[in-house]
């Protein structure tokens, strides 16, 4: 439903339904469109847990929440609701940001002047998804050559350190009872805030509300834990304020990046071509180890893997060597 009220300009709806990360490399198409329509009534469908990331933003008029990708207009309350709503008032510009064609076959069930995305002006090709978007936009002839993603954070809690590093120990992406591929092992997390601490550098620990106990483990070696105790908003105003992030390919590294904060990415099985933050020159540094298996996210090998090697290849030493450069530069 929507969920804020703008004065009346013309109507635009952005689909993009998926993970934290997915989503805010999307908000690269939200600057383009207020600079060709400052009073645009700009929505936005997305996942419910996606849809936090929007709880700060005056950019947009609302938020859709949907829970059910997959269901037809005829079955999802939430897309019939949009249809019958367009019917009312149709949208000036529709951008599906979405490839699945469940996803064109709504975008055309809704009333607007055009519908813009992939399948409709733009092919998703084997390239960074900022870049794809970027096509998107400019298909529907809005200027987004240079377009950035970029989030509006919250205030932060209070007590936060004057300079600070940002640890975010979590990985959104496990894989059931098999290994999270995609994680860094739990004890360099803790051994690399030890040694911060022990050189001086304040860190803050964060965390979803299920990454609790991980968060509180790798506190042990000092800081300051907001595991679990932030909204998304509030996380990105964390991070709004860090001299660097230190994260591994999940939603907050992208969250970091959108808030215009220097990350340190660790990567292992993801191709960073496709999924790595994007940022301003000199902003983001990733650290990983090419070998013979990877990367090997969304191939068969993945589902195998045992030992998750790519990531244990990473090393404290270069880690910590890489934010005390970035600390003492900054």
Not at 1 to 26: K, N, S, Y
Not at 230 to 242: D, E, F, H, I, Q
Not at 268 to 275: A, E, F, M, N, S
Not at 290 to 304: A, V
Request: charged letters at 20%; aromatic letters at 6%; glycine letters at 10%.
């Amino acid at each position: 439903m929507v969920d804020r009220e703008r004065q009346a300009g013309p109507r635009v709806l952005v689909i993009r339904c998926g993970a934290v990360g997915d989503t805010v490399l999307a908000t690269c198409v939200l600057d383009p469109v207020l600079a060709r329509w400052p009073d645009a009534r700009i929505e936005w469908l997305a996942t419910p847990g996606s849809a936090a990331l929007f709880g700060a933003d005056p950019r947009l008029a609302g938020v859709h929440r949907l829970r059910h990708r997959k269901l037809p207009v005829w079955l999802s309350p939430v897309k019939r609701a949009l249809v019958r709503a367009s019917r009312r008032d149709p949208y000036a510009l529709v951008l599906n940001l979405e490839s699945a064609a469940y996803f064109r076959r709504f975008a055309h069930a809704l009333s607007a002047e055009r519908v813009v995305g992939y399948g409709d002006g733009a092919g998703w090709q084997d390239r960074h998804g900022v870049e794809n978007h970027r096509a998107v936009l400019a298909a529907a002839g809005l200027a987004g050559d240079a377009a950035l993603p970029r989030l509006v954070p919250a205030p932060p809690p209070e007590g936060l350190p004057p300079r600070f590093v940002v640890l975010h120990p979590g990985n959104s992406h496990s894989g059931g009872n098999r290994v999270n591929i995609r994680a860094w092992p739990a004890q360099r997390w803790l051994e690399l805030n030890r040694r911060l601490s022990a050189a001086g550098v304040a860190t803050v620990i964060t965390g979803a509300p299920d990454e609790v106990a991980l968060a509180a483990q790798v506190a042990g070696g000092g800081g300051l834990d907001l595991a679990g105790r932030t909204t998304l908003p509030a996380m990105a105003g964390v991070m709004a304020r860090a001299a660097l992030l230190v994260c591994t390919d999940t939603g907050p590294v992208h969250i970091a990046a959108a808030v215009g904060t220097a990350v340190l990415g660790l990567y292992g099985p993801t191709r960073p071509t496709q999924t790595a933050p994007y940022g301003v020159p000199g902003q983001v540094r990733l650290i990983s180890h090419d070998i013979e298996c990877g990367p090997c996210y969304g191939t068969p090998r993945h589902k195998t893997c045992a030992d998750n090697r790519c990531m244990r290849l990473i090393t404290v030493d270069e880690v910590f060597d890489a934010v005390l450069t970035r600390w003492e530069q900054a």
